[in-house]
């Protein structure tokens, strides 16, 4: 397959020509693309100004007075310069795909000492390292700092979010640009940010519908491959066609997630209940499923599919799921009647138990 005839084709057989199912998704929403992505840079500062909330350690002391040596200053021996206006901080940031040299990007910084607070403080050229060991960006600034503390002389103390911890909106500038794989070989390898074969395999066809067979190969559940071109603007541009195109990914596995810390509980469309009984305080809740056939004459009966649900609240404790329940249903039943959601993770716990519920039960 010839590129340029590629690129003249994705022009010419643009958006007019397809159709797409409803729901359907950016192939941008749903997938990354290999060699495009962050990276991550940490370096170690010392933060200055501050209004005595700086911290005592030796190791601060230590970095002052080597910084004080790069400027031909040298303390004399047994001299320990204990400044509490100073303050150690770890230094962290992204480093963006792409990003050149002498663009800017922001910065979080964070009190390794006992310093009470940065507020006020400004952070001194601290230099940020890749995971390489190498400087990619150099950090400097006023730090912006959301929260506040105070403390009496009795002890008592009171703080609004983290004072220690600060930002730097702009607040480092990038030296070199970190390399990536994106122009390596004559393919781009796109990742499912949700692995599914299924989608995998719609991706692959799609796009071997729009450009021709064999353009593009699902590697795995999570991984497709597609020819591209090998020059930088041809490849731009192809990407750029390939990633507005639509897709309408599989449906998920089925899931029921729940957080015991705050009782929030997240139901998956596919969740399904297979006949059961459990047995649960106070509440009794039946779900049965039947058909309603009306005969018109000489036409086709008209078949109703209709649920019915029954809720009490007394003395029974029993739980009756028909064939056919959704989990939805037994939501709704147990609400009816004012259950906690202490009750309701308790009833989804035992119908896993009991192999009745047809999803995977996530606890976090």
């Known amino acids: 397959m010839k590129i340029k005839k590629t690129l003249l084709l994705l022009a010419a057989l643009s958006a007019p020509l397809f159709t797409f199912e409803a729901h359907a998704e950016r192939l941008k929403d749903i997938v990354s693309v290999t060699g495009v992505r962050e990276n991550q840079l940490i370096g170690y500062g010392l933060v200055v100004g501050l209004d005595g909330t700086g911290d005592k350690t030796k190791f601060t002391s230590s970095t002052f007075k080597n910084m004080l040596n790069n400027f031909g200053i040298v303390l004399p021996p047994g001299v320990d310069p204990k400044s509490k206006n100073i303050a150690a901080v770890a230094i962290h940031a992204n480093l963006p795909p792409f990003a050149k040299p002498g663009q800017m990007i922001d910065v979080t910084v964070n009190a390794i000492g006992d310093s009470k607070s940065l507020r006020g403080g400004s952070l001194l050229m601290s230099p940020l390292k890749g995971v390489d060991g190498e400087i990619y960006a150099v950090a400097q600034g006023n730090l912006v700092v959301s929260g506040f503390g105070a403390e009496g002389n009795d002890g008592s103390r009171i703080a609004l979010n983290v004072p220690s911890v600060g930002r730097i909106p702009n607040g480092a500038m990038v030296e070199a640009a970190a390399p990536n794989a994106f122009m390596d070989g004559n393919k781009i390898v796109f990742n499912l940010h949700n692995p599914d074969f299924t989608t995998a395999r719609r991706v692959a066809e799609g796009i071997n519908e ?6 593009a190969k699902a590697l795995d559940s999570a991984s497709i491959a597609v020819v591209a071109p090998t020059d930088s603007d041809q490849r731009v541009a192809y990407l750029s066609v390939l990633e507005n195109l639509e897709f309408t990914p599989a ?44 005969a018109n004459g000489e036409s086709a009966p008209v078949i109703t599919p209709r649920s019915g649900i029954e809720v009490e609240e007394g003395s029974g ?37 009991a192999g009745a519920l047809k999803a995977e039960l996530m606890v976090i």
């Open 251 to 294: 449906k998920e596995t089925a899931k029921v997630i729940i957080n015991s810390r705050t009782g929030t509980i997240i139901i998956g469309e596919n969740v399904r209940v297979s006949p059961v009984a459990i047995t649960h305080g106070g509440i009794s809740v039946t779900i049965t499923e039947a058909q309603d056939v009306n």
């Open 210 to 215: 729009f450009l021709g067979p064999d353009t």
């Open 317 to 353: 404790r029993m739980f009756e799921f028909s064939p056919g329940a959704t989990l939805k249903d037994i939501v709704d039943s147990v609400n009816q009647v004012g259950a906690a959601p202490g009750d309701l993770m308790a009833i989804l716990e035992a119908l896993k138990q």
